[in-house]
């Protein structure tokens, strides 16, 4: 170990923000196990201490004192008696530490002491990035498309933090990118990859999504004026979001529409051709139904059981009620937890 191997050390920490220490940390586990594989002892027990301090490398081995005539394992275990002959205050069961010499280690070279940094570098690295990922849990970032894969439709993108995956699936039907392209997306899952960094699932169809935008463009949102009390989506096609004002003074739909529709244009952008209707909540669960319904109109709800209603429509409002393939009725069960019959 010389000065400048420290001073390596002092500028990666500064330049990649992974801290000496974490570096010094695995370093240290990475040169016991070149040093337990020269001593030829898988049960050895070997302590490498890096002393930053005095610029210096200093390798034990640790054995276990045992009665005379006990030693199953002389790479981990020392008789009593020739513990005492090291110090006389060895008793059973401690512990004795043995210097090595470094020296006598051919294996321990300038490469293998390089592969060890560079490996330490790529796991620090794995770890900022995984953490960096999990404070951005079920958030919106913004990202670039980096390569577009013209076969699965897959892209790659670069978050910032690093490149993740956005899977044709997790994204809107019908909206195509190009590389280059911003766009924004949901983190919706965190898992830490062993080998290739932070396992990140990134998502444009969430339901969150949407929330998610809503919090970013309404300010009476992202201050708790106003509260998003559900949300049901069908990505690509229609969503239904519930909001209800805890001031009675500021009206929660007109709110998330803006002056001359500017805050909701904002988002039905970002969504493409998406539908949104917002709705507004009530506790009465009826009237929450018929707010749901929207942009169909209905004549009557009635509650027909604790989780489920009949509504009656006009003849010429019942296409719209159901939506193409269900899909408003649907949306409405799933937004207000009703199990909805809708009849002319």
Request: one cysteine or more; charged letters at 30%; glycine letters at 8%.
């Amino acid at each position: 170990m010389n000065k400048e191997f420290f001073e390596a050390l002092d500028l990666i920490e500064k330049e990649k923000g992974i801290k000496k220490e974490y570096m010094i940390t695995k370093i240290e586990a990475a040169l016991a196990n070149s040093c337990k594989k020269e001593i030829g002892g898988s049960t050895a027990v070997i302590r490498v201490n890096l002393d930053p301090v005095k610029q210096d490398l200093k390798v034990y081995q640790q054995r276990t004192v045992v009665p005379d005539g006990e030693v199953t394992d002389t790479k981990s275990q020392i008789s009593l008696s020739e513990a005492k002959t090291l110090s006389r205050r060895n008793k059973l069961g401690g512990i004795v530490e043995t210097e090595l010499k470094t020296k006598n280690f051919r294996r321990i070279s300038a490469t293998t002491g390089k592969q060890m940094i560079i490996q330490a570098i790529r796991d620090a690295e794995r770890e900022i990035q995984t953490k960096q990922y999990e404070e951005k849990k079920e958030e919106i970032i913004s990202a670039v498309v980096d390569k577009v894969d013209t076969t699965t439709g897959n892209l790659t993108l670069y978050t910032g933090t690093g490149y993740a995956k956005l899977l044709k699936s997790e994204q809107i039907p019908g909206e195509s990118f190009d590389v280059g392209d911003r766009l924004k997306v949901f983190i919706s899952e965190v898992k830490s990859g062993e080998t290739r960094g932070p396992i990140v699932t990134l998502s444009r169809i969430h339901p969150s999504f949407v929330k998610r935008l809503f919090e970013l463009e309404i300010p009476e949102i992202s201050d708790g004026t106003i509260v998003i009390k559900g949300i049901s989506r069908e990505a690509g096609s229609r969503t239904k979001i519930a909001v209800e004002s805890r001031d009675e003074n500021v009206d929660p739909i007109g709110s998330c529409i803006g002056k001359n529709g500017m805050r909701i244009s904002a988002i039905l952008k970002e969504l493409g051709n998406e539908k949104v209707d917002i709705i507004k909540y009530s506790e009465n669960l009826a009237d929450y139904v018929r707010e749901a319904l929207s942009p169909a109109k209905a004549i009557s709800v009635e509650l027909d059981g604790e989780r489920s209603c009949k509504v009656i429509v006009a003849e010429d409002q019942l296409s719209l009620a159901i939506g193409k393939e269900g899909q408003n009725a649907k949306l409405v069960a799933k937004l207000t937890g009703c199990k909805i019959d809708i009849k002319a």
